[in-house]
């Protein structure tokens, strides 16, 4: 018989016509009732892709519209792969519990009687966005770094030690030889904070002040996804 939440109204069971009621005898001012449950004659080989390398083991919580709740404990392989048996047939949602907590990320599968394959990935979602640059003039060439989250950078008092600390610690750095426009990929949800670079390549600043008149830039921050069609960062005519 299903364990777990499966059966704790009969009523509900019954409307849902995962439990079929086949007799019924009153007998000694008591009914009785002879039911047929569902066959559990499902079932799933899967794999996992992009788990947490922390992560141990998944808790896959398979809810069917008749209210059975089929709870299994898989432990990971390295091969992400498992298998769970004696599943009834039918819709079927899977959500994923990571160590005890909810991820919040569930998948839908229709299971129909014997094996059922499926995949899950946990990768997060990626966003992109693209733009242009306006005011770049040759032969200067553009770097476009990029930061998870807002950060400052507080350019008039940059020293040279500073902006390569915060190049190291970039998320993304996109090269555009003499070209306007640009496209940055497979980028996790969220705010960035962008700082472009315009400066002859073939000349490039040594010193902090050479860095300041050499260097045109811009910094702004942007949204993935990007709600807009296009972000345009516009160079200032001189530093």
Do not use: C
Not at 69 to 96: H, N, S, Y
Not at 159 to 187: H, N
Not at 196 to 212: G, K, V
Request: no cysteine; proline share 6%; aromatic share 8%.
């Amino acid at each position: 018989m299903p364990q777990g939440e499966g059966l704790v109204s009969f009523e509900q069971d019954v409307a849902s016509g995962r439990v079929e009621i086949q007799t019924v005898l009153d007998f000694a001012e008591k009914r009785y009732f002879t039911i047929r449950l569902p066959r559990l004659d499902a079932r799933v080989d899967g794999t996992v892709a992009n788990a947490a390398k922390a992560m141990t083991s998944l808790e896959l919580l398979v809810r069917t519209p008749g209210g059975f709740t089929v709870q299994r404990r898989w432990t990971m392989e390295k091969d992400g792969a498992f298998t769970f048996e004696a599943l009834p047939a039918g819709p079927l949602t899977v959500r994923v519990v990571e160590k005890g907590m909810p991820t919040g990320q569930s998948q839908f599968f229709e299971l129909t009687a014997g094996t059922n394959t499926i995949h899950i990935d946990l990768a997060p979602a990626r966003g992109s966005f693209a733009g242009r640059v306006e005011g770049r003039v040759d032969p200067e060439s553009l770097m476009l770094i990029l930061w998870r989250g807002e950060i400052e950078i507080d350019l008039p008092n940059l020293t040279m030690g500073e902006i390569a600390k915060l190049q190291s610690s970039a998320a993304r750095a996109i090269r555009l030889e003499q070209k306007d426009a640009f496209e940055a990929t497979e980028l996790e949800p969220g705010v960035y904070t962008y700082w472009l670079l315009a400066a002859d390549q073939s000349n490039p600043p040594r010193t902090i002040e050479e860095f300041s008149t050499k260097v045109r830039s811009a910094v702004g921050t942007v949204t993935v996804p990007s709600k807009a069609e296009e972000l345009v960062i516009t160079l200032p005519a001189g530093q």
